[in-house]
């Protein structure tokens, strides 16, 4: 019913930046919070950074001053805006969002397949 596919992964230098897109797509009513997450190979996934539907943010310490994330509620859409990229922030990230699939209906949960985010020299 709902799809969310992030964009825009890839291998960057210390330093870099580099801007991620989820894009909701199918059949729902609304998109409520939408958080990006990261996980690395042998480590606990994490919280990166969250919207609300006003666009209110929330940032993980290790990404503060860092890390944007932003929203266009017109295209469905949540950014995360990565600039003075660190080895340790190599990870896959993924998009989750809180969907309500109609007027009358609760939210449920979706998860986008994630994108990777290398960052060496």
Avoid: H
Avoid at 57 to 68: C, P, Q
């Amino acid at each position: 019913q709902v799809q969310l596919v992030e964009s825009g992964g890839g291998l960057v230098q210390p330093g870099g930046s580099l801007k991620l897109s989820c894009a909701a797509s199918g059949s729902f009513f609304r998109i409520y919070a939408m958080t990006w997450y990261r996980q690395a190979p042998g480590r606990q996934r994490e919280l990166v950074a969250s919207t609300t539907r006003d666009g209110t943010t929330t940032y993980a310490d290790s990404v503060k001053g860092r890390f944007t994330v932003s929203r266009d509620n017109t295209k469905n859409t949540v950014y995360l805006q990565m600039d003075s990229l660190k080895p340790e922030d190599t990870a896959v990230y993924s998009c989750y969002g809180n969907v309500q699939s109609g007027l009358y209906s609760s939210t449920r949960p979706y998860w986008g397949q994630g994108t990777q985010v290398t960052v060496s020299s």
